[in-house]
């Protein structure tokens, strides 16, 4: 085959050497034809009478708004009316028998834009693709375009994933989801309006649904026994008793997202019982109180496959103290024994609370803190660190660590945070510690020299101003290799550590066992 098309390109004229994509099979090119926006695709019937119509047939048409937009000025009805008559013309002449993605970006202002939609939809739904995504965009939110009745068309019987963006939904789309499309594995409904209280498929493997609205309801039920990934962000929800999951043990990776207070408690217990299997979960403004009431939690089963874990801050009521938020997240933390990556966002735990109040993390590997509260004395920091004997890694990222005074006060309590932060902590098995920060923070060098500190013989340590985009990275593996590239700048003790996008210098702290002194200082 490779011969033959090896002698089709000769007979073209063109030299194989100067173009090997001609000598290609037609089929492999097609292939890759369609991954291109579908004006690049008809563009290359110039290259050469081999690439002449071959994008009639190709298995795969990508069509986006955007990319018939010639200026950022041009009105956007302007940019629709070329879009309609490319793809109109596109589909017509389009001959391939069968589909295998087709992937639509439109705007739906309009009765005209929502009616060339739907002939664009109806035609690829004739092509019985594999994948098929629509996005629409509206200008106000409600105008959406609505997908049409496909239960008595012969078509989609092929389908394997369904992506749709600003797409409104009646109740006869739960119907095909349970009957009509016997291989569909992969969901996605984001900005939709859903006309339906339930989702329900034995074959659906991953499914998402974010930000949708819906009518008032009592509960929305989700019957997916095989599925292995699940992500809900149920903001705008009008479901009194919340979501209801019935997702058997397959599944191993789940994202909540709540709005803020909108589900009871209990509700949202109900929630976390039901992903007691997985081995991945993100929480995102959960309540504390449903970790906190005993009647509740306690009742859950242990998450004995969890092993990556990703928290964003439990919501509070003016009735809970933010104390209760660390203890919701030590009371969690109980229940996911074998967890080895641990990320917080958004947290911050008052220096009031016990020590004993956070568990023991024996198998904790990872562990990251993302725009946390630190300036309450590194109290979260000290936490983590103290409770995790065999952690590897830790990555403190845009961490607030000042309160926000200035002046003579804020150089107090500075001083007070450097005093009682001198207290060692040890994690033997630490490799990589990494700091990013942004700009200038008076408090951030008393938190390198925290990091500096730790003592772990075999840990490397990344300082970065991401204002300045410039890292410094120093591996401690080999003390005696850097004693022998710093003994110039062996200082005494402790020393006084800046910030190295200021004054060109860094502290570092050494091993006691490897060298008498207690740091290091050198010029950057």
Known sequence: MAAAATKRARADGGSICCDRLSALPDDLRRHVLSF???QQAVQTTVLSKRWTDLWRSVPGINLDLMHFRRSPYEPWTET????????????????????????LTASSAGHDS?????AWVRRAIRGDPLVLEVRTMSSDGHDLYQLPHLGSSPCCRRLKRLKLIGVSLDHSFAELLRSWWPHLEDLVLVQCQIGFCGIESDRLKNLAIQYCTNPPADVFVIRASGLAALSLALHNNSYGD?????VGNSLVRASITLKRDELSPRNEAKILGSLFNVASLEMKDFQAMAILDTGLFDKLPTFNNLRTLTLNPFSLNSTVSDVHNFKALGRFLQKAPNMEMLTLENFWVAPTVELVEYPALQNLRTLILDTCSLHNNFGLLHHCLRNSPNLEKITVQYCKVSDGSTGGEGN???KKMESRNVVPLHCPKLESTELRYHGYDANIPILQRLLLGISAPKNSIKFTNMKYRTARTRPCHSWFALAARLDRAFTNSLGFLRDTNHEGYLLLMTS??????NGTRFRV
């Open 114 to 118: 929502r009616r060339h939609i739907d």
């Open 412 to 414: 107090t309590k500075s």
């Open 36 to 38: 291109l926006p579908a």
């Open 80 to 103: 629709s009316v070329r879009m309609e008559r490319f793809v109109s013309k596109l589909l017509v002449l389009h001959d391939s028998p069968c589909l295998d993605a087709f992937r």
């Open 242 to 246: 919340g979501v209801s999951l019935h």
């Open 512 to 517: 006691r066992q490897a060298h008498n002194t």
